[in-house]
């Protein structure tokens, strides 16, 4: 296991996001040590704000010190605004093999539970089976962009493999959590040629699938037809939901034809 090294103390912690399908969310690390090349629109945010000044310093996490006192106290604050608190945007709460991380997560989880507020949560990691043990309809996913481990370690360099990621995913749906998969960003096949069918079937037991394509990176849009590329994967995701009775969510700008979306 690997150990935190660096903590920072924040003002604040809660804040209402702008991701269309979120609503509160909360980020009580800083940097992220999975490293991911896609590029990271947190790491380059980051870059912007001076708050990580390269790509090193990006990978050393920052654990917020104070978390959970700002918690205790935000929580009366915001509580009857809340729907539900996102864990996390712009780093992930499980980050593998990083224990301390996690166990922070955990005791956020559990505190906003007990307060009465769903969460959700999204990792590159392995998610815990404690996780099972929270009684609020808590959903836990995981980024899932392909199956090939290759092209795994290229892209996510220091994340958990896919197989394990499905793996954790699958033991809390057997637990009867109500799980989800983010397939974003997607890559366009100049980067990667796979069939995206092979990642629906290996996680057709989830409850719900995120779909998106890939931003910020040059060689999407040097795709021929990479709307169009995105736009059949859209209606093939789509179709997939629909016949397995999964939710879904089609990020915006990916699908640029006229669909119904739920």
């Known amino acids: 296991?690997?150990?935190?090294?660096?903590?920072?103390?924040?003002?604040?912690?809660?804040?209402?996001?702008?991701?269309?399908?979120?609503?509160?969310?909360?980020?009580?690390?800083?940097?992220?040590?999975?490293?991911?090349?896609?590029?990271?629109?947190?790491?380059?945010?980051?870059?912007?704000?001076?708050?990580?000044?390269?790509?090193?310093?990006?990978?050393?996490?920052?654990?917020?010190?104070?978390?959970?006192?700002?918690?205790?106290?935000?929580?009366?604050?915001?509580?009857?605004?809340?729907?539900?608190?996102?864990?996390?945007?712009?780093?992930?709460?499980?980050?593998?093999?990083?224990?301390?991380?996690?166990?922070?997560?955990?005791?956020?989880?559990?505190?906003?539970?007990?307060?009465?507020?769903?969460?959700?949560?999204?990792?590159?990691?392995?998610?815990?089976?404690?996780?099972?043990?929270?009684?609020?309809?808590?959903e836990f996913g995981i980024t899932l962009i392909s199956l090939n481990e290759d092209f795994r370690k290229k892209i996510e360099p220091f994340a958990a493999s896919y197989e394990d990621r499905i793996g954790s995913l699958y033991e809390l749906h057997k637990k009867g959590c109500r799980t989800w998969v983010s397939i974003e960003p997607y890559p366009t096949p100049n980067i990667i040629e796979q069939d995206i069918q092979e990642i629906l079937d290996a996680v057709s037991f989830t409850d719900r699938i995120i779909f998106g394509r890939t931003n910020y990176n040059s060689l999407i849009t040097q795709y021929p037809n990479f709307r169009e590329f995105y736009n059949n994967l859209s209606l093939q995701v789509i179709d997939f939901c629909e016949m397995n009775r999964i939710d879904y969510h089609i990020k915006e700008g990916t699908l640029t034809i006229k669909h119904a979306i739920i």
């Open 1 to 138: 296991m690997k150990k935190i090294n660096s903590f920072i103390v924040r003002k604040t912690l809660l804040y209402k996001t702008g991701v269309e399908y979120g609503d509160y969310t909360i980020n009580h690390i800083q940097g992220c040590s999975h490293g991911c090349k896609y590029p990271c629109y947190a790491f380059l945010m980051a870059k912007r704000f001076g708050k990580a000044k390269t790509y090193e310093e990006w990978i050393q996490p920052k654990l917020v010190c104070n978390a959970i006192e700002l918690l205790c106290k935000e929580i009366p604050k915001y509580k009857d605004k809340i729907a539900s608190v996102h864990l996390c945007f712009t780093t992930d709460p499980f980050m593998y093999e990083y224990d301390e991380i996690s166990a922070l997560s955990i005791e956020i989880i559990r505190e906003l539970n007990n307060a009465g507020i769903k969460c959700t949560a999204l990792t590159k990691s392995l998610l815990p089976l404690e996780l099972a043990k929270f009684p609020l309809e808590n």
